[in-house]
């Protein structure tokens, strides 16, 4: 079935710094890949996506690159905030009819200043 | 509404309770899905239907779980006799194929965080 490897955390970045959170992925056909992030106590929210290989989703000053080659969807950001701290999950959803997410288990992200 | 409501947005219950948690999709949206997330984990799927067909629930952990779309809008996720491993927050999903894009717009609840004590 559908799989979703991402790096571990918590990752801890001064303001400032770059960020990369790995992120792979197991899955037959041509699925669409997603960032979700969770704020402190509040809900997910879609990030940035990315629908077929190559495509670069993007938002907020984070990108990630859809490679099919690799399996992979790294999410980078050149320059974090502290408002950046929270939990960003990977995901994909499977291509045809039937859309169920299958998620990361999230990467803590926390920026001191 | 503009989004996906859930209710209630939190749940204390005494273990051996059963709970009922709302779920209004986005108005028109055909595919509605049902996650849970524990603590520290990403959202795990439990159950899909599409209008009031439940066409999978093959991720609902125990047939303490129940879940219904009766009108193929509102749906109810039942939890019988509660036990502690059901604490969770619980996530409601709509979906509906956007012709304009050609892609599938995808809305999450805010979720009903349920606690069993």
């Known amino acids: 079935g559908d799989s979703v490897t991402q790096m571990e955390g918590p990752v801890t970045l001064s303001e400032e710094a770059f960020l990369t959170i790995n992120c792979t992925y197991t899955a037959t056909g041509y699925p669409s890949l997603f960032w979700y992030v969770q704020y402190p106590g509040e809900g997910l929210q879609l990030l940035l996506k990315a629908t077929k290989a190559d495509d670069k989703g993007s938002n907020k000053g984070f990108e990630a690159t859809y490679r099919k080659e690799t399996t992979s969807f790294h999410l980078e950001k050149g320059s974090v905030q502290v408002s950046d701290s929270a939990v960003y999950f990977c995901a994909l959803r499977g291509s045809g009819g039937y859309q169920k997410v299958t998620f990361g288990t999230g990467t803590k992200l926390q920026v001191i200043p | 509404g503009a989004g996906v409501s859930q209710s209630p947005r939190y749940k204390v219950a005494k273990r051996g309770q059963d709970v009922a948690l709302r779920c209004d999709p986005i108005s028109g949206h055909v595919s509605l899905f049902w996650y849970q997330q524990a603590l520290g984990q990403g959202p795990e799927f439990l159950t899909y239907f599409q209008n009031e067909a439940q066409l999978d629930k093959s991720g609902l952990p125990s047939d303490r779980f129940f879940a219904e779309r009766p009108e193929g809008s509102v749906s109810t996720l039942k939890i019988q006799r509660t036990q502690q491993e059901d604490s969770a927050v619980y996530l409601c999903?709509?979906?509906?194929?956007?012709?304009?894009?050609?892609?599938?717009?995808?809305?999450f609840g805010s979720g009903t965080r349920l606690t069993v004590v």
């Open positions: 999903a709509s979906s509906s194929y956007n012709q304009r894009t050609s892609n599938y717009g995808y809305t």
